[in-house]
Structure formats: structure tokens, C-alpha cells
């Protein structure tokens, strides 16, 4: 299961069904959950630590030191999930002592193709990273998130849950919960109906969910008032809960 020509640290924790193919390197304080495969020439460094079923393709660097420029070798760990897949060249770098010192990987993501996830990001579960696309350091992504290819998020940025980002999208604002956008000045198109079809939302749900985009996008109600109609919304439509917190919540204001 291990590959002749590979490198494992004595120190790494392997689980059952480990596979590690030629010319890979895991350096020390790394662990490996079951039935992980690791494919060739893909480096792993510590401290990390890795859920189940992951599949690392050729060429990926996972939990490497991080390129902020403060970073002075201080301990600082990657967290990953369960089943998530990186494809090839996904770069995954460690925290900082700025933050927590911590980057988390939830469970079911798709990192497709040079995908980089920088420090102190903690990504959600089942997102789907297209090609290229890029998170700076201490980004925020929910869950069931699209970024697509060749899209960018500035650092401290917040994505919410459902969301959809268009490709060569680059965000410098919150994306709420739902929302769609695109464009080279990014700008909002809706809500992502089909995806939330895909996941079982009833059709009166989407329907309250777009009534609300239109609160927030349309009405020409400023944030704070739009806020108003989207808590007393929320109240009857749980679905516009996790909308109403993060617009209330929102650390770099939200696109508009």
C-alpha cells in the first residue's frame, strides 16, 4: 500500500487502507485517517491532521508553511475532513498565531486543479473549488459553496452557504447565503435556485428565499433596513435564519 520509492516519517500516524504512491513525502506530525490515497509526488507536512477516504492527487502540497510574510515558524496546525478530493497541484497551507493557528477542511469537498486554500481559511463541507480558484488567508467559506474557476477571495472574506461565485469572480466583499454573482466588478444575479433544488429545498422555501433577495437587492432598502424585513421574514422561513445572521453579522459588509 506504500510505494517503494515514497517517504514516511516514523513519526506519521497512518490509518488501515493508507495508500501512498511513488515519490510522495509525509513528513512528521501528520495523521492519516482510513482508507485515504495518496497519489504520486504529493507532499503532506505536519502538523496536519486527516480525516477518512481522502484522495490526494500528483503534484498537491498539503499543510505546508503559509506565505504571509509574519510567519515565523510558529506551531500551527491543518485540519481536514472526511472524503474530501484534491486534485492535482492543490496547495493547502497551515495557520497563523494571528488567528487561531489553525486551517480547517471540513468533510465532501472538491478542490479541483491548482486551487489554493491559504492560512488561517476554514472551509465548510460539500463546496466545490473549479480550477484555479483562490482564497487569501483568514477566508471563511459555509457550506455547499461554488467558487468557480479562476476566482478569487480577498483575506477576511466571508462566503456564504449555497452560494455561487462566477468564474474569474474576484470578491473584496461578504457573499450572504444563496446569492449568485459574477462579473469583473462583481456584481449579484439572483439567487442559486437550481443548486437548491438539487439539495431538496421545497419550492415554497426558494420562493421565500428570492422574495428575501429582493428585500435585500432590489427593494432599494439600505442594509440595516433590509436587515429588519429579513429577521421578521425568518421568523415563519427557518431557511432565512443563516441569511438574516450573516448580513447581520457580515465582518467586510456584504456585495451590493
Not at 515514497?6 to 485517517?33: D, F, M, R, T
Not at 493557528?101 to 479541483?112: H, P
Not at 419550492?203 to 427593494?219: G, M
Request: charged letters at 20%; aromatic letters at 6%.
Amino acid at each position: 500500500m506504500i510505494h517503494q520509492t515514497a517517504i514516511v516519517h516514523p513519526s506519521a500516524k497512518l490509518g488501515k487502507n493508507v495508500q501512498i504512491g511513488p515519490y510522495s513525502v509525509i513528513q512528521g506530525e501528520v495523521e492519516i485517517g482510513d482508507d485515504t490515497r495518496i497519489e504520486s509526488h504529493v507532499l503532506i507536512k505536519g502538523p496536519t491532521r486527516i480525516g477518512k477516504g481522502n484522495h490526494f492527487y500528483q503534484f498537491s502540497s498539503i499543510g505546508e508553511d503559509c506565505q504571509d510574510k509574519k510567519y515565523a515558524g510558529e506551531d500551527t496546525r491543518l485540519e481536514i475532513g472526511d472524503n474530501n478530493i484534491f486534485r492535482e497541484c492543490v496547495t493547502v497551507h497551515r495557520g497563523t498565531v494571528q488567528d487561531q493557528g489553525l486551517t480547517r477542511i471540513g468533510s465532501n469537498n472538491l478542490f479541483m486543479n491548482y486551487v489554493h486554500v491559504a492560512h488561517d481559511c476554514m472551509i465548510g463541507d460539500n463546496n466545490i473549488f473549479a480550477n484555479n480558484a483562490s482564497t487569501a488567508g483568514h477566508v471563511h467559506v459555509g457550506d455547499w459553496a461554488i467558487l468557480g474557476g479562476m476566482s478569487g477571495v480577498h483575506q477576511f472574506c466571508h462566503i456564504g452557504s449555497h452560494s455561487f461565485v462566477g468564474a474569474g469572480s474576484i470578491m473584496v466583499k461578504d457573499l450572504p447565503p444563496y446569492v449568485m454573482v459574477g462579473g469583473v466588478n462583481v456584481t449579484p444575479h439572483g439567487i442559486n435556485s437550481e443548486g437548491l433544488r438539487r439539495r431538496g429545498y421545497s419550492k415554497e422555501a426558494i420562493l421565500q428565499i428570492r422574495r428575501a433577495y429582493k428585500v435585500l437587492y432590489r427593494n432599494g432598502n439600505t442594509v440595516e433596513q433590509a436587515l429588519v424585513e429579513l429577521n421578521e421574514m425568518a421568523k415563519t422561513t427557518p431557511e432565512l435564519q443563516i441569511l438574516a445572521q450573516f448580513v447581520a453579522n457580515s465582518p467586510r459588509g456584504i456585495v451590493r
